[in-house]
């Protein structure tokens, strides 16, 4: 799993007031939970821009006064005008403990649905899993070599040792759709 570095200070002090003024500084506030407490830091909003801004699965190695903590993005909140992150949360990964995310989804291969004229459709970019700390994958792959027009795969096809799929198994992952001009030529060879 790829993992990004972030370094980030204690918050000395608490509340609304306390958080604009660090935002004013172009600093974020943070917080890290899910351990034995709950860490409440700052880090510079530059920081977080491999972190946030990635379609990746991505482990966050956060440094705070010294000590190091690893952790994955929960949450995040934009300024509604400015679209400048105004505060994130993070979930500490203690080994041997279950958790929640959601892992993207990769395409691989050319499909013999494609060939014959079809159209690839991603329908479903993540899925949500459940596994401890130490079992979880930063994505799933699926290959579509074999996929034929009008075929799809669906969540319940994927299998991932030792994670639990959360996400409903009858949701289709990706499809080969069939163009306009096939089912208008199929339609009126069925009229005749």
Do not use: W
């Not at 034995?36 to 946030?52: D, G, L, R, V």
């Amino acid at each position: 799993m790829e993992s990004v570095k972030l370094v980030g200070e204690t918050r000395k002090e608490m509340g609304k007031k306390a958080s604009t003024l660090l935002r004013r500084e172009n600093s974020v506030p943070c917080v890290i939970y899910g351990g034995s407490e709950n860490i409440n830091f700052h880090a510079p909003q530059s920081a977080f821009k491999k972190a946030i801004y990635t379609d990746q699965f991505v482990k966050i190695v956060i440094t705070i006064d010294g000590k190091t903590v690893d952790a994955i993005v929960k949450d995040v909140q934009f300024h509604p005008l400015s679209d400048a992150i105004t505060h994130v949360d993070f979930l500490q990964l203690v080994p041997g403990k279950k958790v929640v995310v959601e892992i993207p989804v990769r395409v691989s291969g050319f499909s013999k649905g494609v060939q014959a004229g079809g159209k690839l459709m991603i329908s479903t970019k993540k899925i949500k899993i459940k596994a401890v700390v130490e079992n979880l994958v930063d994505h799933i792959d699926i290959n579509v070599t074999e996929l034929e027009m009008g075929k799809s795969i669906k969540v319940k096809e994927v299998q991932i040792p030792n994670v639990e799929i959360l996400t409903p198994g009858n949701i289709p992952l990706v499809t080969i759709t069939v163009p306009r001009a096939a089912k208008q030529e199929a339609n009126a060879a069925n009229k005749k």
